[in-house]
């Protein structure tokens, strides 16, 4: 089992178009610094299972025949703008799962093409994928939205974008499922540095530290991340661990050896 960080950006990615602040500057002037928008790839015995589908090059990246599964974490069009790339395809179909959705994206349901849209899934639902058992992990946002843990020979990774802190429930379930590996969104700065400002559908700093504090995993990192987060990140080092820290592109936890890479 590898799971691999195709994105950890947010919807603006990074650098943002047209912005001059420090952490753009920074990812123009190296490549290792950038952010697409956040999604990921799972490989298991051969086979490629898509997190989300939102990377332009997509078609590129992923020849017909090489996706084995979709797994949509919510239908916000940052998460699922490939789709429409896709649908438009020839050949095998591809089966997607995700949440609940009464509307889905644009008029993805409408016209599907190749993909084929599987029924939704429910909140601790678990299933399982070439021998990877995969739970759904309900997700506090502006619309319905499902992260994943991911188990094989024991060890657990979790996925949970895009959310606005963790429900007891949720957390409760992570205490008595503790995770290896979990990757998060983040959406606000600590409150020293944001002010008094309102929050909503992406996690506050307070709340990942609370996650942290809480649920225990061995590694969290932080996912969804913008350019203002990444600014306030290169001069805030003190607020970041070897336990805790951002996720970047690229980045994978690989079981399937005996290492992994971070």
Same mark, same amino acid.
Request: aromatic share 12%; glycine share 8%.
């Given at each position: 089992?590898?799971?691999?960080?195709?994105?950890?950006?947010?919807?603006?990615?990074?650098?943002?178009?047209?912005?001059?602040?420090?952490?753009?500057?920074?990812?123009?002037?190296?490549?290792?610094?950038?952010?697409?928008?956040?999604?990921?790839?799972?490989?298991?015995?051969?086979?490629?299972?898509?997190?989300?589908?939102?990377?332009?090059?997509?078609?590129?990246?992923?020849?017909?025949?090489?996706?084995?599964?979709?797994?949509?974490?919510?239908?916000?069009?940052?998460?699922?703008?490939?789709?429409?790339?896709?649908?438009?395809?020839?050949?095998?179909?591809?089966?997607?799962?995700?949440?609940?959705? *009464?509307?889905?994206?644009?008029?993805?349901?409408?016209?599907?093409?190749?993909?084929?849209?599987?029924?939704?899934?429910?909140?601790?639902?678990?299933?399982?994928?070439?021998?990877?058992?995969?739970?759904?992990?309900?997700?506090?946002?502006?619309?319905?939205?499902?992260?994943?843990?991911? *188990?094989?020979?024991?060890?657990?990774?979790?996925?949970?974008?895009?959310?606005?802190?963790?429900?007891?429930?949720?957390?409760?379930?992570?205490?008595?499922?503790?995770? *290896?590996?979990?990757?998060?969104?983040?959406?606000?700065?600590?409150?020293?540095?944001?002010?008094?400002?309102?929050?909503?559908?992406?996690?506050?700093?307070?709340?990942?530290?609370?996650?942290?504090?809480?649920?225990?995993?061995?590694?969290?990192?932080?996912?969804?991340?913008?350019?203002?987060?990444?600014?306030?990140?290169?001069?805030?080092?003190?607020?970041?661990?070897?336990?805790?820290?951002?996720?970047?592109?690229?980045?994978?936890?690989?079981?399937?050896?005996?290492?992994?890479?971070?």
């Amino acid at each position: 089992m590898k799971l691999t960080l195709l994105g950890t950006g947010n919807g603006a990615m990074l650098p943002v178009y047209g912005c001059d602040c420090k952490a753009c500057r920074r990812a123009i002037a190296d490549p290792q610094y950038r952010r697409n928008k956040t999604s990921a790839m799972l490989e298991h015995q051969g086979k490629t299972l898509l997190i989300d589908a939102n990377l332009p090059d997509l078609l590129q990246r992923f020849p017909s025949g090489t996706i084995d599964r979709i797994l949509l974490t919510h239908y916000h069009i940052d998460h699922v703008q490939s789709l429409f790339d896709l649908s438009a395809g020839v050949g095998s179909s591809i089966p997607v799962y995700g949440p609940y959705d *009464e509307h889905g994206c644009d008029n993805l349901y409408k016209y599907p093409g190749i993909l084929k849209f599987q029924p939704p899934l429910g909140a601790f639902q678990t299933f399982e994928w070439h021998g990877i058992a995969i739970t759904t992990i309900p997700l506090t946002h502006s619309r319905a939205c499902l992260g994943y843990v991911f *188990e094989w020979c024991g060890k657990r990774i979790a996925y949970l974008t895009d959310t606005y802190g963790l429900s007891d429930a949720v957390i409760q379930w992570f205490q008595s499922h503790p995770v *290896e590996w979990m990757f998060i969104d983040c959406g606000y700065t600590p409150l020293d540095v944001r002010g008094d400002i309102p929050t909503r559908n992406h996690s506050t700093f307070e709340q990942i530290e609370d996650i942290q504090r809480r649920c225990k995993p061995k590694h969290l990192r932080l996912l969804h991340i913008s350019h203002a987060f990444e600014s306030w990140a290169m001069d805030a080092a003190g607020y970041f661990t070897d336990s805790l820290a951002l996720a970047h592109d690229g980045q994978s936890v690989d079981y399937s050896a005996t290492n992994h890479n971070d």
